[in-house]
C-alpha cells in the first residue's frame, strides 16, 4: 500500500463496489474482447467486483486482479479453491508477470492516481500477448467541470490539485490516446461518454458517495491546504452539488488497442524507445535506423 495513494480508506472497497453495475460494465465495455478460455488481467482492480463480473460473463482461463492494497484485494466476496479469480499483490508500475502472458489487459479509474501513468500502460502492453487487447478506461473533468463558474471554488481546486500533482489527474481521460499511441498499441478505438451529470441538487445517494470520497481525500487535502481549508473546500464543494441551480459533470473516456507483434530481443521499453526514433525519423524525412 502506498502513502501517496489518495483514496486509501477503509470504506473505499464498499464505495467501488457500489458505484457500477458490474454485469452491465462488462456486457458493454469487456465482453467484445472476452473469449471462453481467455486469460485477463486487471490493474487496479480494488475488491475484484469488475474481474467477478467478467468471470461469470465468461468460462476464463484465469482473471488476475492486481492491485497494492492488500485490505483492498481482501474485500473481495468472490474468491473461493474452485475461483479462476487470483488476486495479485503489486505495483501497477512493476507487474511481476512474464511478457505476453495475458490476452487482455484492462484497468479502469486507475490512471488518474498514478505519478507516471505512461509506465503502467507500457507494463500492460508487455504483460499482453501480441495481437491481444489493452483497454484503459479513465475519467476526464471529474471535480474541475461546473457551471456556472464559482471563483472561490475555483480557486480551491486549483489549490488542492497544484498541492496533488502527480496523485491525481482530472484531465487523464483525454491523454488515454496519447498514452495507447506512445506504447505502441495498434488499431486504436477511442470511445467519450458521459460519467457524472450532476443538473441541479444531487440525489442523496450521490452526495453520500461524494462525501465518503471526499472524506477518504481529506487527510492528502488537509496536509496540502491546512485542515480547516480542506474542511472549507470539501464542505464549499458538497453545498455547490446540492444547489439546485448548478451542473457538474465529467466524461468517462475508453481507448483500446492491440499489441503490435514483438520484435524479438527487445524488451517493451527498447521497443517504444524505437517506435518513438521512428516516429522522429519520419518527421524528419531520414532513413529508420531501427
Ligand atoms: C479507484 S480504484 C478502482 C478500482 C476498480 N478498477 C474500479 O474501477 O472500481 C483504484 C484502485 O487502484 C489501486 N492502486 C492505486 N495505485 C496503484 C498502484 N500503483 N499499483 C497497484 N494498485 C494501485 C488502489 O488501491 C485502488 O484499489
Not at 163 to 175: H, N, T
Amino acid at each position: 500500500m502506498s502513502a501517496r495513494y489518495l483514496m486509501d480508506g477503509p470504506r473505499e472497497a464498499d464505495r467501488l463496489r457500489e458505484k457500477v453495475d458490474t454485469p452491465r460494465w462488462v456486457e458493454e465495455t469487456l465482453a467484445t474482447w472476452l473469449a471462453r478460455g481467455a486469460r485477463l488481467l486487471e490493474v487496479g482492480t480494488g475488491p475484484m467486483h469488475l474481474l467477478a463480473a467478467a468471470a461469470a460473463h465468461t468460462d476464463l482461463r484465469v482473471a488476475v486482479g492486481v492491485d497494492f492494497s492488500l485490505p483492498r484485494l481482501a474485500a473481495s466476496e468472490h474468491q473461493d479453491a474452485q475461483s479462476t479469480l487470483a488476486p495479485v499483490a503489486a505495483d501497477a508500475q512493476r507487474l511481476p508477470f512474464r511478457d505476453g502472458v495475458f490476452d487482455v489487459s484492462y484497468t479502469r479509474f486507475l490512471l488518474e492516481y498514478q505519478p507516471d501513468p505512461q509506465k503502467v500502460v507500457d507494463e500492460m502492453v508487455r504483460a499482453t500477448r501480441t495481437g491481444g487487447v489493452v483497454l484503459l478506461q479513465d475519467l476526464d473533468g471529474q471535480l474541475v467541470t461546473h457551471h456556472p463558474p464559482s471563483a472561490e471554488l475555483q480557486h480551491a481546486l486549483e489549490l488542492v490539485l497544484t498541492g496533488l500533482a502527480g496523485r491525481l489527474d482530472p484531465y487523464v481521460g483525454r491523454k488515454l490516446f496519447g498514452l495507447a499511441r506512445t506504447a505502441g498499441l495498434t488499431d486504436i478505438d477511442v470511445r467519450i461518454a458521459p460519467y457524472h451529470v450532476i443538473a441541479g441538487t444531487a440525489p442523496p445517494d450521490v452526495l453520500d458517495r461524494w462525501t465518503r470520497k471526499l472524506e477518504t481525500a481529506h487527510p492528502h487535502v488537509a496536509a496540502v491546504l491546512g485542515p480547516k481549508a480542506a474542511e472549507a473546500v470539501m464542505q464549499h464543494f458538497l453545498r455547490y452539488l446540492t444547489d439546485p441551480d448548478t451542473l457538474t459533470f465529467s466524461l468517462v473516456f475508453t481507448v483500446t488497442g492491440r499489441v503490435p507483434p514483438r520484435r524479438s530481443g527487445a524488451s517493451a521499453e527498447t521497443q517504444r524507445a524505437q517506435l518513438q526514433l521512428r516516429r522522429m525519423l519520419r518527421r524528419h524525412n531520414a532513413s529508420p535506423l531501427v
